[in-house]
T-cell receptor, first 113, second 115 residues
């Protein structure tokens, strides 16, 4: 069965600093990978997705993620965070014919001035 | 284009009651998926409907059911509510059957509190 691990429950970074959120997946074949963001009281918004091809994926709001098959990882990065990036971030995987999204437990991002 | 809408946004029920939640997908979208989000279990898939047929189902008891209408609007029903059903229920829609290459667009959710 497919699974996703987000090892960091909570991360705090200073505004303007760089950010990396970790995501490791377990899946037998090539997975389809997603990052979603959830602001307080809101639904989930898709930041980016990886299906195939270039392993570095660009998303909205200045985010990018890199698929590393050898490490079973799909880490999310941003070179300089803004206060408005404070939210909860979810990594998800799909594939294998089941096709439902399996989410990680999320990483809550706090931005300090 | 309007996004995914869910009604009501907030709901308080007591144990043993039943509840119906509604989801209107983005215009033209034919797939609706439901998820339950709790602090303890995170985001868990409930079921997906496409063209009025349940296409996929998660590991939830039979108290959780759903349906989809010809206009793609979907309802989710939970009978005999338990305290553990308190959660944020999220609905997502996509153009085609939910799958790896279909982007799912989420609504704001319905927050259910069971007392």
């Amino acid at each position: 069965a497919q699974s996703v691990t987000q090892p960091d429950i909570h991360i705090t970074v200073s505004e303007g600093a760089s950010l990396e959120l970790r995501c490791n997946y377990s899946y037998g074949a090539t997975p389809y990978l997603f990052w979603y963001v959830q602001s307080p009281g809101q639904g989930l918004q898709l930041l980016l997705k990886y299906f195939s091809g270039d392993t570095l994926v660009q998303g909205i709001k200045g985010f990018e993620a890199e698929f590393k098959r050898s490490q079973s990882s799909f880490n999310l990065r941003k070179p300089s965070v803004h206060w408005s990036d404070a939210a909860e971030y979810f990594c998800a995987v799909a594939g294998g014919g089941n096709e439902k999204l399996t989410f990680g437990t999320g990483t809550r991002l706090t931005i300090i001035p | 284009k309007a996004g995914v809408t869910q009604t009501p946004r907030y709901l308080i029920k007591t144990r043993g009651q039943q509840v119906t939640l509604s989801c209107s997908p983005i215009s033209g979208h034919r797939s609706v998926s439901w998820y339950q989000q709790t602090p303890g279990q995170g985001l868990q898939f409930l079921f997906e409907y496409f063209s009025e047929t349940q296409r996929n189902k998660g590991n939830f008891p039979g108290r959780f059911s759903g349906r989809q209408f010809s206009n793609s609007r979907s309802e989710m029903n939970v009978s005999t509510l338990e305290l553990g059903d308190s959660a944020l229920y999220l609905c997502a829609s996509s153009l085609g059957p939910a799958g790896a290459q279909e982007t799912q667009y989420f609504g704001p959710g319905t927050r259910l509190l069971v007392l």
